[in-house]
């Protein structure tokens, strides 16, 4: 593909992204990787098709796995998604849970696996507060 071609499909996917998708940032990567990989040959670097498509595809598994959530993060002006939307919720201890011990407790209707991060234990039944997640685990401070 000429370099040209790369700028082309790159303006196209950030337009995209920008004016008609929310892709949560997605297209905006592989736009990104489209426009270094245009600039690259326009440089001529890149020599053959199958190295130009190596390197695109390079290029957006970098970009995608690096940057997007930071990006995505401050082009929206709020947190890139996952599961910081329940920070702040107040969730139910299913179990008793030391403090530092993990153990289950009911957020919007779902069972977590929940660590206790206060300095008292959480008796079943009581409510704490979310106040972090760790991938698939909340974290839990008792609500005063």
């Known amino acids: 593909?000429?370099?040209?071609?790369?700028?082309?499909?790159?303006?196209v996917l950030l337009g995209a992204e920008m004016l008609a998708i929310d892709s949560e940032f997605y297209l905006a990567v592989l736009g990104g990787a489209a426009l270094l990989t245009g600039a690259a040959d326009g440089l001529g670097l890149p020599g053959p098709l199958f190295v130009e498509w190596a390197l695109f595809g390079a290029l957006s598994?970098?970009?995608l796995l690096g940057v997007r959530r930071q990006l995505y993060g401050w082009a929206r002006g709020r947190p890139a998604p996952r599961f910081s939307a329940v920070?702040?919720?107040?969730?139910?201890?299913?179990e008793r849970i030391e403090p530092g011990a993990l153990g289950q407790a009911t957020l919007r209707g779902s069972?977590?696996?929940a660590r206790n991060v206060g300095a008292s234990a959480l008796a079943a039944?009581?409510?704490?507060?979310v106040v972090r997640v760790d991938n698939l685990t909340i974290e839990l401070r008792a609500e005063e």
């Open 1 to 11: 593909m000429p370099w040209w071609g790369w700028i082309i499909v790159g303006v």
């Open 87 to 94: 920070v702040g919720e107040l969730a139910e201890a299913s």
């Open 111 to 113: 069972t977590w696996t």
């Open 125 to 129: 039944g009581q409510r704490a507060r």
């Open 61 to 63: 598994v970098v970009l």
